[in-house]
Nanobody
Framework: QVQLVESGGGLVQAGGSMRLSCAAS????????MGWFRQAPGKEREFVAA????????YYADSVKGRFTISRDNAKNTVYLQMNSLKPEDTAVYYC??????????????WGQGTQVTVSS
């Protein structure tokens, strides 16, 4: 079992930056691929970014490529999402997820409760 807790959300102006954190409890964090997803009101949950269990591979949605950076610290059981040049359309609830197999799809086994990110224009 893996428990995930996101933090770092809030309100930011367009063009600003924000860093989300996701702390994982449970064993063998370093064996899990980690992903960030988001869901805006009235929309389906969508993939944002993911990082492989070793940190050697990263993946991004086209909409955030070049603006967001995913990273992980396996010693701290934490994955991060650095978000720069934020846009109003980035407003959503952001979720982190963990899985030992999938990486870019919604089929993760474990999900956090989400953290709200609001970007004002």
């Amino acid at each position: 079992q893996v428990q995930l807790v996101e933090s770092g959300g809030g309100l930011v102006q367009a063009g600003g930056s924000m860093r989300l954190s996701c702390a994982a409890s449970g064993r063998f964090f370093s064996r899990y691929n980690m992903g960030w997803f988001r869901q805006a009101p009235g929309k389906e949950r969508e993939f944002v970014a993911a990082i492989s269990w070793s940190g050697g591979r990263t993946y991004y949605a086209d909409s955030v490529k070049g603006r967001f950076t995913i990273s992980r610290d396996n010693a701290k059981n934490t994955v991060y999402l650095q978000m720069n040049s934020l846009k109003p359309e980035d407003t959503a609830v952001y979720y982190c997820a963990a899985d030992q197999r999938v990486i870019m799809t919604l089929g993760y086994d474990y999900w956090g409760q989400g953290t709200q990110v609001t970007v004002s224009s």
